[in-house]
């Protein structure tokens, strides 16, 4: 081997052990790992965008993370599993909503925790519920149910 491609070896090894630290960096400052902790669950009649992984916020801070969403066949309303960080303690009163990070972002479950002086217990239920808004289908709505101005300005009075 040449002094030159052993230099060109060694320059590449140290390339890959940056990018890699790197990595590992990015990927533990990122909050992408899951959330173990106590498990509650929510029923909703929608959650578009909602996947095991998702994020589980209060206030915009992760506290918890989707595990498992599942149909229940009587009611027709998704159940949705989560793992919730054990030092957060949720009141009973606790309202899940699915939320949007922006107006094309991706969706998170948002817990706003109530008054409540009673906590939620492992394998508890949040009892109240908002499901996500089809902003598609919300500006269809608007689109189509406006009165037609123009046709009111072509008339005299």
């Not at 060694?10 to 990595?23: D, E, R, S, T, Y």
């Not at 993370?65 to 606790?94: H, N, Y």
């Not at 009892?127 to 037609?148: E, R």
Request: neutral net charge.
């Amino acid at each position: 081997m040449t002094g030159r491609s052993m230099i060109e070896t060694v320059m590449g090894a140290v390339v890959i052990v940056v990018a890699a630290m790197f990595l590992a960096f990015a990927y533990n400052s990122s909050g992408l790992r899951t959330v173990s902790g106590y498990e509650v669950s929510a029923r909703f009649d929608r959650v578009d965008g909602v996947t095991a992984g998702t994020d589980v916020r209060v206030s915009g801070i992760k506290v918890g993370t989707v595990i498992d969403q599942r149909l229940d066949t009587e009611r027709f309303l998704a159940i949705v599993r989560m793992s919730i960080d054990p030092k957060v303690k949720l009141p009973t009163d606790t309202v899940a909503e699915v939320a949007s990070e922006g107006l094309l972002g991706g969706r998170y479950l948002a817990l706003i925790p109530g008054g409540d002086t009673e906590t939620i217990k492992p394998g508890g239920e949040i009892k109240f519920t908002q499901s996500s808004v089809d902003i598609v289908q919300m500006l269809g709505k608007f689109m189509f149910s406006a009165p037609d101005q123009s046709k009111d300005a072509t008339k005299k009075p």
